[in-house]
């Protein structure tokens, strides 16, 4: 057994959506693939994920560091039968506009939710999720988030202050790691819709 630990250390802002200063919040979601999830049916840490979380108004090329109690997931994984064992993380980016912290949350949950349920019937399989499985999995992300935002969001708010938060983009790491094999390294997670592009940078560390 030993412990698994990413950080996301920094959220920059490399191009705006927005005419004026964007405003961003992510969704964190930790993924753990061991022998405690497994017995807990438990797959996924969640944080917060309302606006505001990595604070506002950011010009382009802003960068800013990211909370501990947002952007850190550390947790004792034990392995699963031979030897599998997962750790990871998914973000998801927004750029705010009218929807409400409600309607955030919900949508994160239904989110969350979808997010266990495919590594619960991989794992059933035997095997280990990929983050290219994740990717894969990105339009139904989108489009369950949209549905729940485009019910939030009121007639005038479409006329007047621009409509629901803008989807920004998904990236994903995954780490298949080894018992008795240490593991240290950075990582880069980009997002981006053709207008906004932003990036997260972090770390991961597994004690083997």
């Known amino acids: 057994m030993g412990t698994a630990t990413f950080c996301l250390d920094t959220f920059e802002v490399l191009t705006k959506k927005d005419v004026d200063k964007d405003e961003p919040y992510i969704w964190v979601i930790g993924l753990l693939i061991d022998r405690n999830a497994f017995l807990e ?11 505001g979380n990595i604070g506002d108004h950011y010009a382009k090329g802003e960068k800013r560091s990211i909370k501990s109690d947002l952007g850190r997931v550390s947790r004792s994984l034990a392995p699963l039968s ?16 009218t929807t409400s912290q409600e309607a ?27 983050a290219a499985q994740f990717d894969a999995i990105k339009d139904e992300l989108q489009a369950s988030i949209r549905v729940v935002f485009k019910a ?5 708010n479409w006329l007047f202050l621009g409509g629901v938060d803008d989807y920004v983009g998904t990236d994903n790491e995954v780490w298949n790691l080894v018992e008795g094999k240490p593991l240290n390294k950075g990582f880069t997670l980009r997002v981006g819709d053709g207008d906004a592009d932003y990036r997260i940078v972090g770390n991961m560390t597994w004690t083997g």
């Open 82 to 97: 031979e030897g599998k064992l997962g750790f990871g993380v998914i973000v998801v980016a927004f750029e705010h506009d």
């Open 41 to 51: 049916q438990s797959y996924v840490v969640k944080k917060n994920p309302t606006y």
């Open 104 to 130: 955030q949350q919900e949508a994160y949950d239904i989110a969350v939710d979808t997010i266990h349920d495919e590594i619960k019937e991989t794992v059933g399989k035997g095997s280990a999720p990929t």
């Open 152 to 156: 939030d969001t009121k007639w005038y």
